[in-house]
């Protein structure tokens, strides 16, 4: 742990793990790109535990801010494979970019707050 | 699926490369230099340290009795009729070129050993 970038002291751990500075909103636009984004992080996020759901905010065809857009949410069964999946992912590149990978509020991610 | 395109995409993730094993910082490799595990290299460093201790403590450098010495050479006098080729000089001497071919020699085995500021590499020899 503490490998990834400056992890927050005092973080807790959470079944939700965010990722982000990876897509663009121009790539989540495209609904080939979307799906086959959607489908590779099923397939690695499943490496790490059972995930339970994975959300993609996706940008407003008619331009207007949403929020979260860029980010991408897993949700796993158990905190402790959200755990491995943080180690693991965060650092890791996704299409050339880095990827930042920090737990998520579980109160605000099932209340669809993806802003935070 | 409506399209054909074949199961195995590439994913957009990267390999997961294993994390950078920690390498110490250039400076601290120095260090790590002096804890030399080549016992030959670990030799030469006590031979040095020792004549560099001799040398900076100021005692006599030749005490072998009067009998074990060998014959001394012609002496040579500077300009105001000092003997320069002392006894004690020539042992200086004598340590001083030891030391300087143990660092060429630590620096033949180890090009990263960082000599000391009066070292001067052996002129090189036709």
Known sequence: PGIGIGPIIGETPTKVLCLTEMITSDELMDDGEYEEILEDMREE???????????????????????????????????????????????????????????????????????? | QNN?????????????????????????????????????IQALNARLLEISRMLQSGMQLDNRPEGERSPSPEPVYDNIGIRINTREYRARERLNRERQEIISQIIKRNPNFKPPADYRPPKLQK
């Open chain 1, 45 to 116: 996020g499943g490496k790490f535990g059972a995930l339970t759901n994975v959300i993609i905010p996706r940008p407003s065809k008619s331009g207007e801010q949403v929020a979260g857009v860029g980010k991408v949410f897993l949700e796993y069964s158990d905190s402790s494979s959200c755990a491995s999946a943080k180690d693991a992912l965060g650092g890791r590149k996704f299409a050339g970019n880095t990827v930042t990978a920090v737990y998520y509020a579980e109160d605000k991610f099932y209340n669809g707050d993806y802003g935070a």
């Open chain 2, 4 to 40: 054909e395109e074949p199961k195995k995409r590439k994913s957009r993730w990267a390999d997961d490369e294993p994390k950078p094993v920690f390498q110490l910082p250039d400076f601290m490799k120095d260090l790590a230099g002096g804890m030399d595990t080549d016992p030959e």
